[in-house]
């Protein structure tokens, strides 16, 4: 019996142990829990965040496409308005355009054949007063141009008779030294 004591007394000690850790296992272990604490809540805080990131995101990606389908509305109904004004627009001038066929011809059978025949006579007049005055004005130049051919002409001729005096002269000078 006394070895089943002694056996008995071994394996309480052996459990002792166990469960008794020293000081250093404490101290490691309490470390270790601590770390893995701490890496379980950085973890969380990281997944919060791309929870959140991936939440604005969304937010942001939606509020664009918002935006972008209400300005699209917006310029769809702009142009909607200019193309109807422009329709409207182009069937009054064709409305005036209609309205006004032939008024011109109607407006030339309603006018006075006198005052017609007047402002005809008019205007052949003031046409002959242009020709009169452009015919004076060139018959002007003409004179002027052939003047100046002439004072051209009477230099010549006087630059020659000059120079037939001077040699003349030269000449009788010439044969009075002989």
């Keep these: ?105 109607s407006d030339g059978k309603r006018c006075d054949r006198s005052a017609v025949e007047q402002l005809r006579q008019e205007i052949e007049i003031d046409n002959q007063r242009k020709a009169d005055e452009r015919y004076e004005i060139a018959k002007r130049t003409e004179m002027e141009q052939k003047e100046d051919e002439l004072k051209t002409r009477r230099f010549h001729i006087a630059a020659r008779e000059a120079a037939l005096e001077i040699e003349k002269d030269r000449s009788h000078h010439v044969a009075a030294l002989a």
């Design 1 to 105: 019996e006394m070895h089943s004591s002694t056996n008995k007394k071994t394996s309480s000690e052996a459990k002792r142990r166990l469960i008794r850790p020293s000081p250093g296992e404490v101290e490691r272990l309490l470390k270790e829990e601590r770390d893995r604490l701490r890496k379980l809540r950085i973890q969380h805080v990281r997944q919060q965040s791309k929870a959140l990131a991936s939440t604005l995101r969304n937010r942001y990606k939606s509020k664009v496409l918002t935006e972008l389908s209400r300005m699209s509305r917006e310029i769809q109904c702009e142009e909607e308005l200019h193309i109807a004004l422009e329709e409207q627009q182009l069937k009054e001038l064709h409305a005036r355009s209609v309205k006004t066929v032939g008024a011109a011809h």
